[in-house]
C-alpha cells in the first residue's frame, strides 16, 4: 500500500510540474520545472512505474545568424531526411563548405521543415543548437568547449561532477543522448579543431571529441549534426564509403579509410551554389531586372545575366545575398549594373567576396549622406558575438569615439531603432531577442516547445552580423582607424570589468569577464586584464588546487581560450608588452592546460620555455617546478632521456631554492624517470635520499605519501610484478610451477610495500587527502595483492 501511495503521489506532483511547465513564459521558471520533471520521472521510474512521455524541448537559441539567403540545396535536404529517418543508422552528418557558403543556413532551413512536420521534430524528445564560432579563422583562432558541456550538462540533467574531466563530460553527455531521441545541432566547429597542418581538422577539444567519437561507434535514436569548414578527423574510421548511386553517392566525399568503417558518419561537401541556384538567390534578393526587361521568376534560373553573375562570385551564397540586395537599393533591380560595382574577382577567398560587398554598401551609405548607418555597421567589427544592447549603449556614450561614433551621439531610440532596421533590411546584420533568438521584427515566431521566448522590448535587442561581415568590418575598422578601434576595445572593456559582479559564482556568470580579458588585450590592456581580471577574478589564485575555474569549473578550455588574447603568437610568441616574469607566468599556465586536454605536443614548448626564463630570472622555486612537470610530459610521450635530463635540472635548481619542501618532490620525479629508463639502482637511491629528507623536515610522516610515495612502491614492486608475469607465462606453457616461482625475498617485498600503501592510506584519510591520492594508495594496495 505504501508503494502505491508514493506513486500516487509522484504521478500527482509530474502532472503538476508538466501543466506549470505548459503555461509558463519564464525562460528560468521553465527551466526549473524540467529539472523537477526529470527527477519525479526517475523517482516513478525507480518505482518500476512507468510515465507519460516528457514534453518536448527545443532550444535553438544558440545558433547564429545566416539562414535569410538560402535557396536550393534540395539534395542535400533530402540527405538529412534520410539521415534523421533512419533511426541511428546514421549517427552524425557532417555538413562541410567555406565560410559564407551556406551551412548553417541548410542547417536552419532543415530545422525549419523539422517543426513543421508531422510529428514535429520527427518525435524527438529534445532538440539543442549551438554554435562555436568566434571571430577569427586563422591559425590563431581559439574557442572554448566548456559553456556547452555546461549548458547540454544542465539541459540534460547528467549527473556529473562541475570539476569533471572534459571528456568525462562528453562521455557522460553521450550516454544521454542515447537514452532518448534527441536532435543536436553544433555549428561552426572549426575553432575548436586543429588549422591546416600535421594534425589539420582534429578536434582540440576532448569533450567534443568524447562525445563524437562515442555518438559514431555506439549509435544513438537521434541525429547529430555537425557544420565545419573543415573534416573532423577524428571521425574518419566511421564514415559511410560512397554507394556509388543515388543522391547521397553525388554529396558523399571521397576518403580513404583508416579503420573498419560502419557507416555512422554521413559527410556532406555542400561546396558553393550553382549557376542556375545562384540566379535564383539574386532574382529572390532583388535583381529583379536586365535593362529595362523585367524578369519573371519562373525565368530567374535560366536568365544569362543572373547566371553570369552567379558564376562570377563562385556561387558564394552570402556574397550573392548582398549584392542582390545592393543592386535592388542602389541600382534599380538592374543586374546589368552590377559592372559598376567593384566586384572583380581577385581570388577564391570567401571573405574576399563577402567583404568586397560589404565595402561596396559602406560607399553607397557614404554616398547618400547615411553616416549613421556606416557608424552602426562598424561598431560589429568590434565584436565576436552578438552585441549586447548595453555593450552598444557604451560605445555610442559622450564623449564621441573619434572617426567612428560621432554620427551616433545623441540618437533617441526611434532613431538607433530605424538606423538598425536599415542594416537589417539590406541584409547586413541580424537582430536578436535577449535570449539569441530572431527578434519578432525579422517575421519569425517562437519554435513550439521553445523554453527560451522572444522579448519585444527593443531595449533587449542584441545585434548580430555573420561572421565573415564581422570579419571584414574589425579588419578594416583595426587598419584604417587603429586609434578608434582600440578606443572601442577598451570601452567595452571598462564596461565589462565595472559591470560583472567582482567574482561571479559559475560558468556563465564568468563569460562577461572572459570577454572583457579578450577587449582589455585588443585595447592593450595586457598587465591590467593580466592581473586583475584572468588571475585575480578568474582563476583566483594559481596555487596547486586552487585555481576556481580550472578546479572548481573544470573550466579549463575556457581558461586557455583567454590565455590566448595574451600571446603574438599562440603558443610561442606572447604579447611584448608582458614582463618576463608574466611571459613566464602564462607559459607555464598555457602548458599545464594544454597537458590537461591530453595536448600534449603543443604543451612542451611554452612549458620549455617557461623553465628557461624563470632560470634566467634565477626564480628557481617556479624553475624547479616547470622543469619537474616537463619532465613528466616528456615521460608521458616517450621521450625518456628527454625526462631524465629534465628531471635533473629540476633537482638542481630546485636545491638553490628556498622552498624547503622542494628538493623533497623534485627527486621522487628524477627517480621515476630514471626507473623508466632501466637505471633502477640510481632510481631507487633518489628514492630513499627523498625519502630521508621527508622524514627529516616532516618526522610525523617518515614515508613518502601521494604521488612521491606511489612512484616509490611502483619501482619496489616492478621485479615481483615482472616474477610474476615470468611465472605465469611460465604456468601457460609448461602447467604448473606458478606459486614455485616467486623467491621468498619477493613475497617479502610486497608486504613492505603493502605496509607502506596502508599507511600512507591512513595518513590521507586522516587529512582528508585528494581523492586521487587515496585512489593511488588503494591501486598500490591491489598490485601487492595480484
Not at 571521397?254 to 538567390?281: F, H, K, Q, Y
Not at 567595452?492 to 582589455?520: C, S
Not at 608521458?636 to 635540472?649: F, K, M, P, S
Not at 601457460?732 to 610486497?750: D, E, I, K, P
Amino acid at each position: 500500500m505504501a508503494e502505491r501511495s508514493a506513486r500516487e503521489i509522484l504521478a500527482a506532483k509530474l502532472e503538476h510540474f508538466r501543466r506549470e511547465h505548459a503555461i509558463s513564459s519564464d525562460p528560468a521558471q521553465r527551466f526549473a520545472l524540467e529539472q523537477q520533471i526529470e527527477q519525479t520521472e526517475r523517482e516513478l521510474a525507480a518505482l518500476g512505474a512507468s510515465t507519460p512521455a516528457s514534453p518536448l524541448r527545443v532550444d535553438l537559441t544558440h545558433l547564429p545568424a545566416g539562414a535569410e539567403h538560402f535557396l536550393g540545396r534540395g539534395p542535400e535536404l533530402a540527405a538529412l531526411d534520410r539521415a534523421w529517418a533512419s533511426n541511428g543508422a546514421t549517427a552524425i552528418v557532417e555538413c562541410i563548405a567555406p565560410g559564407g557558403t551556406g551551412k548553417t543556413a541548410l542547417a536552419k532551413r532543415w530545422l525549419d521543415a523539422q517543426r513543421a512536420a508531422d510529428p514535429p521534430w520527427g518525435g524527438a524528445e529534445r532538440v539543442l543548437g549551438w554554435t562555436f564560432y568566434s571571430q577569427g579563422s586563422g591559425a590563431q583562432r581559439n574557442a572554448s568547449e566548456d559553456l556547452f558541456l555546461a549548458h547540454a550538462i544542465e539541459r540534460f540533467g547528467v549527473d556529473i561532477d562541475a570539476a569533471a574531466n572534459p571528456a568525462d563530460k562528453g562521455s557522460a553527455l553521450a550516454e544521454a543522448l542515447m537514452a532518448r531521441r534527441t536532435l543536436l545541432v553544433l555549428d561552426g566547429l572549426e575553432p575548436l579543431q586543429h588549422p591546416p597542418g600535421q594534425l589539420a581538422g582534429e578536434l582540440r577539444a576532448p569533450g567534443l571529441k568524447a562525445l563524437l567519437t562515442q555518438l559514431a561507434a555506439a549509435g544513438h535514436p537521434g541525429l547529430c549534426l555537425l557544420t565545419s569548414r573543415e573534416w573532423l578527423t577524428d571521425l574518419k574510421e566511421w564514415v559511410r564509403p560512397p554507394d556509388g548511386s543515388g543522391a547521397d553517392a553525388a554529396i558523399e566525399s571521397e576518403i580513404e579509410p583508416t579503420g573498419p568503417l560502419r557507416g555512422s558518419v554521413l559527410r556532406i561537401d555542400l561546396g558553393s551554389l550553382n549557376e542556375a541556384d545562384g540566379a535564383a538567390l539574386l532574382h529572390a534578393r532583388g535583381a529583379v531586372r536586365a535593362g529595362a526587361a523585367a524578369i519573371a521568376p519562373a525565368q530567374a534560373r535560366l536568365d544569362p545575366e543572373l547566371r553570369a553573375a552567379s558564376r562570377a562570385l563562385g556561387g558564394h551564397a552570402l556574397t550573392l545575398s548582398l549584392l542582390g540586395r545592393f543592386i535592388a537599393r542602389a541600382k534599380g533591380g538592374d543586374i546589368r549594373r552590377r559592372g559598376e560595382i567593384d566586384l572583380v574577382r581577385a581570388d577564391q577567398d570567401a571573405r574576399g567576396h563577402a567583404g568586397r560587398m560589404v565595402a561596396a554598401y559602406v560607399h553607397w551609405f557614404q554616398q547618400a549622406g547615411r553616416h549613421r548607418e556606416v557608424a552602426a555597421l562598424h561598431l560589429l567589427g568590434l565584436f565576436d558575438r552578438p552585441a549586447a544592447p548595453a555593450l552598444l549603449d557604451a560605445l555610442r556614450q559622450a564623449p564621441p569615439i573619434a572617426g567612428l561614433t560621432e554620427p551616433l551621439q545623441d540618437l533617441d531610440t526611434d532613431t538607433w531603432t530605424i538606423t538598425l532596421a536599415n542594416l537589417a533590411d539590406a541584409g547586413l546584420i541580424e537582430r536578436r531577442d535577449a535570449n539569441g533568438a530572431p527578434a519578432p521584427d525579422a517575421a519569425t515566431e517562437p519554435d513550439t516547445g521553445t523554453d527560451l521566448i522572444a522579448t519585444i522590448d527593443p531595449a533587449a535587442t542584441q545585434v548580430d552580423a555573420h561572421p565573415l561581415i564581422r570579419e571584414h568590418l574589425g579588419a578594416t575598422l583595426r587598419e584604417r582607424a587603429p586609434d578608434a578601434w582600440c578606443e572601442g576595445h577598451r570601452r567595452l572593456y571598462e564596461w565589462l570589468k565595472t559591470n560583472t559582479p567582482y567574482r561571479p559564482d559559475g560558468l556563465p556568470g564568468l563569460q562577461p569577464l572572459y570577454q572583457a580579458v579578450a577587449h582589455g588585450c585588443l585595447a592593450g590592456e595586457w598587465h591590467e586584464a593580466l592581473a586583475d581580471i584572468l588571475d585575480d577574478r578568474i582563476l583566483r589564485g594559481t596555487e596547486s588546487g586552487s585555481s576556481y575555474s580550472t578546479h572548481t569549473l573544470g573550466a579549463i578550455s575556457a581558461d586557455l581560450a583567454a590565455a590566448a588574447c595574451f600571446f603574438d603568437e599562440p603558443w610561442v610568441r606572447p604579447a611584448r608588452p608582458l614582463s618576463a616574469p608574466e611571459q613566464a607566468w602564462l607559459l607555464h599556465e598555457v602548458g599545464f592546460r594544454l597537458r590537461a586536454l591530453g595536448r600534449l605536443a603543443e604543451a612542451l614548448e611554452p612549458m620549455r620555455t617557461a623553465a628557461e626564463m624563470r632560470v634566467f630570472e634565477q626564480n628557481w622555486t617556479e624553475a624547479g617546478i616547470s622543469y619537474g612537470n616537463l619532465s613528466e610530459l616528456e615521460l608521458a610521450l616517450g621521450q625518456i632521456q628527454e625526462a631524465v635530463t629534465d628531471a635533473r635540472r629540476s633537482v638542481e635548481v630546485g636545491d638553490r631554492s628556498d622552498n624547503c619542501h622542494l628538493p623533497v618532490k623534485q627527486r621522487p620525479r628524477l627517480a621515476d624517470a630514471l626507473h623508466q629508463q632501466g637505471a633502477n639502482a640510481e632510481a631507487r637511491a633518489a628514492f630513499a635520499e627523498a625519502e630521508a629528507m621527508q622524514a627529516e623536515r616532516q618526522p610525523q610522516y617518515p614515508l613518502l605519501y601521494s604521488f612521491m610515495g606511489f612512484r616509490y612502491c611502483d619501482l619496489l614492486l616492478s621485479d615481483a610484478e615482472r616474477a610474476a608475469w615470468s611465472a605465469a607465462a611460465q604456468e601457460t606453457a609448461n602447467g604448473g610451477g606458478y606459486r614455485s616461482a616467486f623467491a621468498a625475498g619477493l613475497v617479502a617485498v610486497c608486504t613492505e610495500v603493502a605496509r607502506r600503501a596502508a599507511q600512507t592510506l591512513e595518513w590521507g584519510e586522516q587529512n582528508q587527502a585528494p581523492l586521487l591520492t587515496i585512489g593511488l594508495d588503494h591501486l598500490t594496495l591491489a598490485r601487492c595483492a595480484l
